[in-house]
């Protein structure tokens, strides 16, 4: 019996430096701007990946992927940290020295701006927008394979690979144990 080709995402090879640099205009945008509501965050996103479009070094749908996963990140790094309090480490998963510096503080910068809209970030977080599949990209961070728990740590901004264990593609971020509030 061979085992059927996973579909997954495909991405140019410039795909994980096109995410840090939509990831680095928005935290230069949003600097000038101050506080910030969900929406302005949006329309933020939308504005640094057209700029990453009309450098034609990738597609629309490429850049519409990285759009939605950069949404994805934002929304889980903005909620754990309102939930629990913890930062970025956490959030990864592993300790931040191993991360470049710039990175670290992008992701910083962006989840203090998005902790203002967090009633509304939760309204909009959906139980499948918690996975990831293989073939994305992704922040940094240590991701579980929903089929057999095996982890896989991402140090930089990269593409997901499928589980090594057992070729699954779907996971989910590991992060450092929290409860909801109220609960």
Request: aromatic share 6%; glycine share 4%; with cysteine.
């Amino acid at each position: 019996m061979s085992k059927q080709e996973p579909n997954t995402p495909k991405h140019s090879e410039n795909a994980p430096a096109a995410y840090d640099r939509i990831l680095e205009q928005l935290r230069q945008r949003l600097d000038k701007a101050g506080e910030v509501s969900w929406e302005y965050l949006q329309e933020q996103i939308e504005e640094a990946a057209e700029v990453e479009l009309a450098a034609e070094e990738m597609t629309r749908d490429e850049v519409d992927l990285l759009k939605a996963y950069l949404r994805r990140d934002l929304k889980q790094l903005g909620y754990y940290a309102h939930e629990t309090g913890e930062g970025v480490a956490a959030w990864l998963h592993f300790d931040l020295d191993i991360l470049e510096q710039k990175v670290k503080q992008s992701l910083l910068d962006l989840a203090d701006k998005t902790r203002v809209q967090h009633e509304l970030l939760r309204e909009q977080l959906a139980h499948s927008e918690d996975q990831y599949l293989a073939g994305e990209v992704s922040a940094p961070g240590t991701l579980r394979c929903l089929q057999c728990g095996e982890q896989q740590q991402l140090k930089a901004t990269d593409r997901i690979q499928p589980c090594s264990r057992c070729g699954a593609v779907v996971f989910e971020r590991v992060s450092l144990p929290w409860s909801p509030v109220g609960q």
